[in-house]
């Protein structure tokens, strides 16, 4: 995949306008995992902007990140960053072979106060 | 025999950059009825206007359509050219080519065929118009304000200074509003009372200012020079024209523990209270839901104890009904609630404040009389952080999608004050941006940073939680990359604005329209705003959108102007394109009255010949055209067809439906 298609490919999975981000860093503010991350959460969201594919897949961020989503719950302009990490990091899964995960791994809704999203990019980080 | 004219604008490019003005002019020119077609660069300029009158003499016009913009903007403009050549101003149509054709169209084929459509309808409507003479009524020379802060404050006296009567409706037991509460004001840091309670003395005293206090509007009838309004005023159980404010039955109230609003509920007050020391009216109130007397029957130490005998425990509310000619809404607004703002910690910290709080704890007729301390525990706080933006620019649901723009201004003030008072305190302020357009305004705020060390840091905040004691501030900081927790002893939120809410109900009252942030819409964004829709009725202050004192001040005497310039005619031109009854299709059955927003239908017994020398009697309708606004409301309810609009014909839309409809 070249870089255009890579950044089409990365705006469509995040399924978030980061047009509307109006870099206030609340995101950032608020996430736990913000010290351990290369690339903080605020950035993903301004580098996918910047159309920046190869910096956002060299990030070791998208490991650390623990997908709570309070950066999505805090957003004030309904930005979810959480998404463009989990693009970022289906994509890097995808790319080191295989999609990391298959479909009948992902258990059906386990609680409904847990969002889906973390059990996936739970499985996608600690699958072995 | 028809002879119309039809008068095609370019509107420079706004209009000939998507349509083509020359084919439209040229298809207008074949329409049956059309005598003279041209087209030109600006049509509602001196020369476009004067081709106009010349075309309408040299070709016997008998009416004319003018292809321009919305009827909004420049149908009076050509009413009047219209009349100045001698035709009657109703045998003008505009064809909206503008704001419904060339603005909203990209593809010039289409966009002209459009616009030759909407041309040839209004031609069409043209063809039925009639010659209609408005009517003139008179204007009560009475002004009524709503809302006594400093926007209504400020309309109030310029009206009443230039010889008009003014009634100011404040739902408070005192006026003053939102400005009474302040501290200091931006930018020159005047203490807001003094400067705001000579304006409310001013009000009291002056002999064509009248105050109902404690007082809403209840009802409202009739139209622009002549409203009747219904004023209720409510039970304050305390006789107005016999206390004097001496304040002998608040320190012997023995039911102390009310919250005190005027406070922001920082402290308490006795259940019969003066809001403060320089209320006016300086009348006391008593509060029902706390009085230990209205509540159960037993007590009435404030009545034993009043020397001027003003306590009147049966009380009640009150309806008083006047005329005015003109209406100015000024009900300003509130901070909003922070119900969706757990992250803040405000509900569960006392020492999580909004910037109102501050400004009570601030002044020195305040709770802790100017004394900056925490609330929790009354210590002097060494660590004050302050976050910007709470709930304002926010479009995720929880908070307002705009800028409340006061809260960059008063932030600087009050970091600027507290440097000043305390120097041992830090300050900090987590910003998104900092807004200061305004004279002396960013000079302002970069003395707060330049000359105080007021700590700017850009960033939001994302959590404040208690630790030790200590409120522990997260947030970013975006210049250095960081995240950032500050510990802090009080930390202060710039809380979002938004109108009263008591302005929901009165916009239906006045039916005027408010827009889906409850701010009230004027007439033209630019050209006309302090104007509604509904004539007669002006908007000043925070109600309109959010502003400043300055601004509020400006808005407001803009406002008074609007209703001098209207109280000074005698007589005000009606609108002619009002209801009618046919008399003869009439059944009598009373829908258009129930419908009628203006209470302009009236129904009478006629004596109608039904032939062989006979009559019968029949309840008809009747409407009465000084009072009718031509909304239309009745001609769609009326189950005959007996209601028609002068100017709208039932007829008249249906011949534009069938010219839309022809190819």
Redesign the interface.
């Known amino acids: 995949m070249n870089n255009d298609m890579q950044l089409k490919s990365l705006i469509e999975m995040s399924a978030t306008d980061v047009r509307k981000c109006m870099k206030c860093g609340k995101c950032s503010g608020r996430c736990p995992a913000f010290k351990e991350m290369d690339i903080k959460p605020h950035q993903f969201v301004t580098l996918l902007g910047q159309g920046k594919v190869e910096k956002l897949l060299a990030s070791k961020a998208i490991w650390n990140c623990l997908s709570c989503l309070a950066c999505v719950e805090r957003c004030p302009r309904g930005v979810a960053p959480a998404n463009v990490i989990e693009a970022v990091r289906t994509t890097v899964a995808r790319m080191q072979g295989g999609d990391g995960i298959t479909a009948e791994e992902i258990p059906a809704e386990v609680n409904e106060m847990i969002p889906q999203q973390l059990l996936v990019s739970a499985f996608r980080k600690y699958k072995k | 025999m028809h002879r119309i004219g039809v008068f095609v604008c370019h509107c420079g490019s706004n209009i000939a950059a998507t349509v083509d003005v020359e084919r439209v002019s040229n298809a207008l020119a074949h329409e049956p009825g059309v005598v003279h077609s041209v087209n030109y660069q600006y049509m509602c300029s001196e020369n476009g206007q004067q081709l106009i009158k010349n075309a309408i003499k040299e070709h016997n016009l008998s009416g004319i359509v003018v292809c321009s913009c919305s009827p909004r903007m420049h149908e009076a403009t050509f009413r009047k050219t219209a009349e100045a050549a001698g035709l009657n101003p109703y045998m003008v149509e505009i064809a909206n080519i503008r704001e419904q054709c060339s603005w909203i169209h990209k593809d010039v084929e289409e966009a002209t065929e459009k616009a030759i459509v909407l041309a040839r309808t209004a031609v069409a409507k043209l063809t039925l118009n009639k010659p209609l003479v408005a009517g003139e009524t008179g204007v009560t020379k009475r002004a009524l304000v709503i809302g006594g802060g400093i926007a209504g404050i400020q309309a109030a006296l310029d009206i009443a200074d230039a010889g008009y009567e003014v009634d100011i409706v404040e739902k408070n037991p005192t006026i003053g509003g939102r400005m009474a509460q302040l501290d200091k004001t931006f930018p020159t840091l005047d203490c807001s009372a003094c400067i705001l309670t000579p304006k409310m003395v001013d009000c009291a005293q002056h002999e064509k200012i009248n105050i109902y206090s404690y007082s809403e509007v209840d009802k409202v009838k009739g139209f622009v020079g002549n409203f009747k309004v219904t004023i209720k005023k409510k039970a304050r159980y305390v006789d107005e024209t016999k206390c004097t404010g001496c304040g002998v039955c608040m320190t012997n109230c023995p039911s102390k523990k009310g919250l005190n609003s005027f406070n922001m509920d920082l402290n308490t007050r006795p259940a019969i209270y003066i809001p403060f020391a320089q209320a006016i009216p300086n009348v006391a109130v008593i509060d029902p839901e706390q009085c230990i007397k209205l509540k159960s029957g037993k007590c009435g130490l404030c009545s034993m104890k009043c020397g001027a005998n003003a306590i009147d425990y049966k009380q009640q509310d009150s309806f008083v009904e006047r005329e005015y000619g003109a209406i100015v809404v000024a009900t300003g607004f509130k901070p909003i609630s922070l119900e969706n703002f757990n992250?803040y910690g405000y509900a569960d910290n006392k020492d999580v404040i909004t910037s109102l709080e501050l400004e009570r704890l601030m002044n020195a007729a305040g709770p802790s009389k100017g004394t900056l301390v925490r609330p929790s525990d009354g210590e002097h706080p060494h660590v004050i952080t302050f976050i910007q933006?709470v709930g304002s620019?926010?479009?995720?649901?929880?908070?307002k999608p705009y800028c409340s723009k006061i809260c960059c201004m008063y932030t600087a003030k009050h970091a600027m004050l507290i440097r000043e008072k305390y120097p041992d305190t830090q300050v900090n302020v987590f910003y998104?941006d900092v807004r200061t357009p305004g004279k002396n305004y960013d000079e302002f705020y970069r003395r707060a940073v330049e000359q105080y060390g007021v700590n700017y840091i850009?960033?939001?905040?994302?959590?404040v939680y208690n630790e030790n004691g200590k409120l522990m501030v997260?947030?970013?900081?975006?210049i250095d990359?960081e995240?950032v927790t500050i510990a802090s002893d009080l930390v202060v939120l710039a809380t979002a604005i938004e109108p009263d809410p008591s302005v929901k109900d009165l916009a239906t009252k006045l039916t005027i329209s408010i827009d889906t942030n409850n701010f009230l819409t004027e007439a033209h964004a630019k050209l006309k705003p302090v104007e509604c829709a509904t004539a007669g009725v002006y908007l000043a202050g925070v109600c309109q959108g959010p502003k400043d004192i300055p601004e509020t001040v400006a808005q407001a005497s803009a406002a008074a102007s609007k209703v001098i310039g209207l109280l000074a005619k005698d007589k005000l031109k009606g609108n002619p394109c009002v209801a009618h009854a046919n008399e003869m299709t009439c059944t009598g059955c009373s829908q258009c009255a129930e419908v009628c927003p203006y209470g302009a239908i009236t129904y009478e017994n006629k004596e109608f010949r039904i032939g062989g020398g006979k009559t019968e009697k029949r309840r008809v309708a009747s409407v009465n055209p000084a009072v009718c606004q031509g909304c239309g409301a009745c001609t769609v309810t009326c189950p005959s067809g007996a209601m028609d609009l002068h100017g709208f014909s039932s007829a008249q839309i249906l011949k534009e439906v069938e010219a839309i409809c022809k190819r």
């Open positions: 992250e933006c620019r926010d479009v995720s649901g929880c908070g998104i850009k960033g939001m905040v994302g959590k997260q947030g970013s900081n975006l990359n995240q």
